[in-house]
């Protein structure tokens, strides 16, 4: 072969070649900047996973009410050392003599065989230290006697009757108010009417004593206190 005819094809191909660049670079130029992309349908979300807790049930709301009340305190209790009630009018079978204290009365009254034979005005417990209330005999006499308690002391109270425990029937000079309670628990008398009442239960003050107690064969006059 000849060198002229070498030289042409190598020009050929040399041609072809940047045929196919110039073809390359103008199809380069054609297409679009930015190729069109088909945005894929996004997948549904699957909720997200929650753990369950159990809870307990939820406490109900407070409702709006009117203001409590308060209760009303309650009151003291009023001993009652005897269960044997109160008969409405007592006449008692086998007693001569006896002693009726009337609290809401503020009274007491005297009876001998059946009969009221002496009455007065006393002065019971307050409400924080009521009298108590019952059938009771007294058991101890004494023409004078000291008394304190809270809050007071007082000297030589005259005609005192003991009928249960530190309660009595006695003399007051301390006070005029006869009518209305004003005691600790014990029944005030005017001193006039607790020396009668003295004289008159029993049991008796035996000449030149100055106290007594009941006993067998001297036994205290019945006292009942009712309401």
């Known amino acids: 072969m000849s060198p002229s005819k070498n030289w042409l094809g190598i020009a050929i191909v040399l041609l072809g070649m940047d045929l196919i660049l110039l073809i390359?670079?103008?199809?380069?130029?054609?297409?679009?900047?930015?190729?069109?992309?088909?945005?894929?349908t996004p997948s549904p979300s699957l909720p997200e996973p929650t753990q369950?807790?159990?809870?307990?049930a939820p406490s109900p709301l407070p409702t709006h009410s009117?203001?409590?009340?308060?209760?009303?305190?309650?009151?003291?209790?009023?001993?009652?050392?005897?269960?044997?009630?109160?008969?409405a009018t007592p006449t008692p079978q086998r007693e001569r003599?006896?002693?009726?204290?009337?609290?809401?009365?503020?009274?007491l009254v005297a009876y001998e065989d059946g009969k009221p034979v002496f009455e007065a005005l006393v002065s019971t417990g307050v409400?924080?230290?009521?009298?108590?209330t019952g059938r009771f005999r007294i058991y101890?006499?004494?023409?004078?006697?000291d008394m304190s308690g809270p809050g007071y002391?007082?000297?030589?109270?005259?005609?005192?009757?003991?009928?249960?425990?530190?309660?009595?029937?006695?003399?007051t000079y301390w006070h005029n108010n006869f009518g209305r309670p004003m005691s600790h628990g014990c029944v005030n008398l005017r001193v006039e009417d607790a020396r009668w009442l003295f004289y008159w239960t029993e049991p008796?003050?035996?000449?030149?004593?100055?106290?007594?107690y009941s006993s067998p064969d001297n036994p205290g006059t019945l006292v009942i206190i009712s309401r």
Not at 69 to 74: A, K, Q, T, Y
Not at 204 to 212: E, I, K, T
């Open 24 to 40: 390359a670079l103008l199809s380069l130029l054609i297409m679009p900047s930015t190729p069109d992309f088909v945005n894929p």
């Open 153 to 171: 002391y007082l000297r030589n109270v005259p005609y005192v009757m003991y009928f249960y425990r530190g309660y009595a029937l006695h003399g």
């Open 204 to 212: 008796a003050l035996p000449a030149g004593a100055s106290f007594v």
């Open 127 to 132: 409400a924080r230290y009521p009298t108590v």
């Open 52 to 56: 369950s807790v159990p809870q307990s």
């Open 140 to 145: 101890l006499k004494l023409l004078y006697s």
């Open 97 to 107: 003599k006896w002693i009726e204290v009337y609290l809401s009365q503020q009274k």
């Open 66 to 87: 009117d203001p409590p009340v308060p209760l009303p305190s309650p009151s003291l209790p009023v001993p009652s050392p005897s269960p044997t009630l109160v008969p």
